[in-house]
Every structure is written in structure tokens, then in C-alpha cells.
């Protein structure tokens, strides 16, 4: 392994693509990274180069030291699009933003997730589970899984939690989409974030007139942001809120699917279900092509130096992966105790929405699995859409039948 300056390294393109018929797995040349030359180089859309941080350790040095930055307006900060690059810098919101100002931001927030505030919405997840089972199975045997449950229901909660109507999801499903997606045009990132932006805007106007108990209402009554800045709160939420938990439950469904001996291991002790889905989060790393930093000064990492102004992208399916902390971490084991996986990031913009994340999963999945005993994939495996082309992994529908 070399030492110093990056000269002796062939930079990986990136996103790196993932082997064909190994849809779970990271792409190999970043597990090849991990394992022959953890801090590396990488080539962007436009050329330029950032460092690739691989490991559980470096990953976690990186995303834990404030001298490596998340404000996207900073100069070496990388971008994996041309689309990415409006969607964090044209309204930055505080998972873009250094503290002191993320702090504040957040702070405003944090009593909404605790886990107690969350746990006791567990009642009405179930009920909303429920309630679109009972919908996806009336009368048929078959159905998209991504459509009719798994995207609807983490939809529903932040909708609930934020004040805004569901019957808006058509809309703020199809912007979130092209905003998340790595083949938007800077364009139709623009528009799409004007678009969402100007409707909460409109939102956080119409709960000064009418106030709820809603978020974004509460943000609005606080009288220390102004309507752009509810706007931009209420934007992460909505998106992060609803495309994250989605992709998990579809694509953990599917891993069950494929890894039946687990799947059934779960089914025979449902009480495994909360140790599983961390497990799940670590062996799917949804968040999978590398979180964005950029040093604010010179720092030594796994032998290398990586310059001032230099950006980084910590891949946290690679870390999740990590031998050394996660032996047999290629194989999906239900039993394993996978709390130290970083699927969540870490350090201090590690997500915020983690507790409702946990109780939507673990609804989601003990609740299909117990109510669709004969649950299965409807189309060849090799027909299944991943979603390669998108910030947020997954696939765009599970075509099921029970
Ligand atoms: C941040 C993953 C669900 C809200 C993050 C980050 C990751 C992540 C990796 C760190 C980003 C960074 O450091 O650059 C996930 C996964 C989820 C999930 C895998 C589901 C399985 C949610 C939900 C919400 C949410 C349900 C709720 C509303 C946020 C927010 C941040 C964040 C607001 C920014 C935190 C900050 O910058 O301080 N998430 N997330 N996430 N997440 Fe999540």
C-alpha cells in the first residue's frame, strides 16, 4: 500500500457499477478498494477526481471529524451529477450545511424523532400497514409490492407527521424522483426543486392562517425562519422521509425473498425482527454511492494525505462490508448483532429520521411476513428493475404474488 500523495493511484470511475446477477453486493471495484487500497482515488462526471474513503474506520473517522465539511457551496466539494450539483447547492438545506447553522436547524427537529416521540406512533403505523395489505390483497393474488405497500406507508407517515396532504403524493413522489435520480438533467432538477419548494412555501403560508400540530406548521409558529426556510426543512423531510424507507422495505423484502433459509429463520421467531432489520439496513446500504465531504484541511487517513479543499465520498455500503467488523459480511444473517453498521452515516449529520426508520421497517416486514405466508416474486430475478440509476438504491417495483 502506498503512502503520501495520490500519484500512484488509477482513480475508480464513479458510481462504480455493480457485477451483473450480484444486485446486493457494492460494485467490485470499490470492494476491491476496501480491500487492496482502502483510501483511494475516484473520477467524477466532469472529470475531476475526489478520494474514495472504503473502510468502516475511515469511514467513520471521516464523517466524525469537523474538518471535513458537507457544505456543497465549498470549492472541491463532489458532486456524482451535474443534477446532483444544483440539488445541493441551489437550496441548501442543513444536510448541506456546518455547524453552527446545521445545529440550529436541526435542534428545531430533534424532539419530533426521539425514539420515545416515535415509538408510541406504532399503533398507527400498524394500522396504516394494515389498512393497505388489507387494500393490496382484496380480492387478488398478485400485485407491485414498491406501489401498493412499500411506498405508500412511509408516504403516509411523513405526510402525517409533516401536515402535509397525502392526496398532494402524485406530485411530491414525482419530484423526489427526478431530484434523486442520476439521470436528471440540471434542468429538471431545477424545476423540480422550484416546483416542491414553492408548493411548501405555499404550505407554510397556509398554516399561518390555519395552524395544526403538524411540523411544518410548528416550524412556522417558532417565528424564527422565514417561509424559504420552512420550505427547505420541510423539503429533507418530505424526501428523506419517504424514498429512504420505501427502498428498504421493497429491497429487503426481495433480499428475504432470495435468502429463503433466512427469511424463514425470521418467520419462526418473529422476535428477531428488530436485530434483522439492522442487519437488513448494513446488508443493503440503501444510501450507496458515498456520502460527500470536503477537507478544510490537510488530513492524514490511511497513509495518504488528503489536501485542503479536496473532496471525499465515504461509501458506506463498502464500510458495511467491512471484514473487520463484520465477519461473513457478504452473507445476509438475520442472527447477527449488525449495530455498528453505518448505514444511517455517522457523527453529527447521522440521520435524523433513524427512529421512525426502525419502526416503519420493522412493521413493514414482520407485518408482510406474517400476514403473506405464501409471499413470493412474481417475475424472473433477473427481471427485477434495480434502481442503478438513482441516489437512493432499490428497485422501482417488486412485482409479488402470495
Ligand atoms: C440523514 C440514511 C430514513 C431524515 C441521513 C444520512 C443517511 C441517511 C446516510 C446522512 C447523510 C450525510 O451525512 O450526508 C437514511 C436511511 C433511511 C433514512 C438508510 C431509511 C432506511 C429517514 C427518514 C427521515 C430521514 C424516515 C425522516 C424524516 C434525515 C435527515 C437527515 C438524514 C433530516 C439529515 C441529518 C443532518 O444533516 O443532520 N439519512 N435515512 N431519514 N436523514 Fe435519513
New binding site residues.
Given amino acids: 500500500r502506498g503512502t503520501g500523495p495520490a500519484d500512484d493511484l488509477t482513480p475508480l470511475a464513479v458510481p462504480a457499477a455493480r457485477a451483473a446477477g450480484c444486485p446486493f453486493d457494492p460494485a467490485p471495484g470499490v470492494e476491491r478498494a476496501r480491500r487492496e487500497e482502502p483510501v483511494t482515488r475516484a473520477t467524477l462526471w466532469d472529470g475531476s477526481t475526489c478520494w474514495l474513503v472504503t473502510r468502516h474506520e475511515d469511514v467513520r473517522a471521516v464523517?466524525g471529524d469537523p474538518r471535513f465539511s458537507?457544505e456543497a457551496a465549498r470549492p472541491g466539494f463532489p458532486f456524482l451529477t451535474a443534477g446532483g450539483r444544483v440539488l445541493a447547492t441551489s437550496k441548501p438545506t442543513?444536510?448541506r450545511q456546518d455547524d453552527p447553522e446545521?445545529a440550529r436547524l436541526?435542534r428545531m427537529?430533534t424532539a419530533d424523532?426521539m425514539v420515545k416521540k416515535v415509538e408510541a406512533m406504532r399503533p398507527e403505523v400498524q394500522r396504516l400497514a394494515d389498512d393497505l395489505l388489507d387494500r393490496m390483497t382484496a380480492g387478488r393474488d398478485a400485485a407491485d409490492l414498491v406501489a401498493e405497500f412499500a411506498l405508500p406507508l412511509?408516504s403516509l407517515v411523513?405526510c402525517l407527521l409533516l401536515g402535509v396532504p397525502y392526496d398532494d403524493h402524485a406530485f411530491f413522489q414525482e419530484r423526489s424522483r427526478l431530484l434523486l435520480s442520476l439521470r436528471s438533467t440540471p434542468e429538471e432538477v431545477r424545476t423540480a426543486q422550484d416546483d416542491l419548494h414553492h408548493y411548501l412555501c405555499g404550505l407554510a403560508e397556509a398554516k399561518r392562517r390555519e395552524p395544526d400540530d403538524g411540523i411544518v406548521s410548528r416550524l412556522v409558529a417558532r417565528g424564527e425562519l422565514d417561509d424559504e426556510e420552512v420550505s427547505s426543512m420541510g423539503r429533507?423531510?418530505l424526501i428523506?422521509?419517504h424514498e429512504?424507507?420505501a427502498n428498504?422495505t421493497a429491497l429487503s423484502t426481495l433480499a428475504l425473498l432470495r435468502n429463503p433459509a433466512q427469511l424463514e429463520r425470521l418467520r419462526a421467531e418473529p422476535s428477531l425482527i428488530k436485530g434483522a432489520v439492522e442487519e437488513l439496513?448494513r446488508y443493503l446500504t440503501?444510501?450507496h454511492n458515498g456520502?460527500?465531504r470536503v477537507a478544510t484541511e490537510d488530513v492524514t487517513l490511511g497513509g495518504r494525505t488528503i489536501r485542503a479543499g479536496e473532496g471525499v465520498l465515504c461509501t458506506?455500503n463498502s464500510a458495511n462490508r467491512d471484514e473487520d467488523v463484520f465477519p461473513g459480511g457478504d452473507a445476509l444473517d438475520v442472527g447477527r448483532d449488525a449495530r455498528r453498521h453505518v448505514?444511517?452515516?455517522f457523527?453529527?449529520?447521522?440521520?435524523?429520521?433513524?427512529p421512525?426508520?426502525r419502526v416503519?421497517?420493522q412493521i413493514a416486514v414482520e407485518t408482510l411476513l406474517r400476514r403473506l405466508p405464501g409471499l413470493r416474486l412474481d417475475i424472473p430475478f433477473e427481471d427485477v428493475p434495480f434502481r442503478h440509476d438513482m441516489g437512493i438504491y432499490g428497485v422501482h417495483a417488486l412485482p409479488v404474488a402470495w
Avoid at 457523527?347 to 433513524?354: A, D, E, I
Fill in positions: 464523517l458537507a442543513f444536510i446545521h436541526r427537529l424523532f412511509p411523513i429533507l423531510l428523506a422521509g429512504t424507507t428498504m439496513l440503501i444510501v456520502l460527500p458506506l448505514a444511517f452515516g457523527g453529527v449529520h447521522q440521520c435524523l429520521g433513524q421512525l426508520a416503519e421497517l
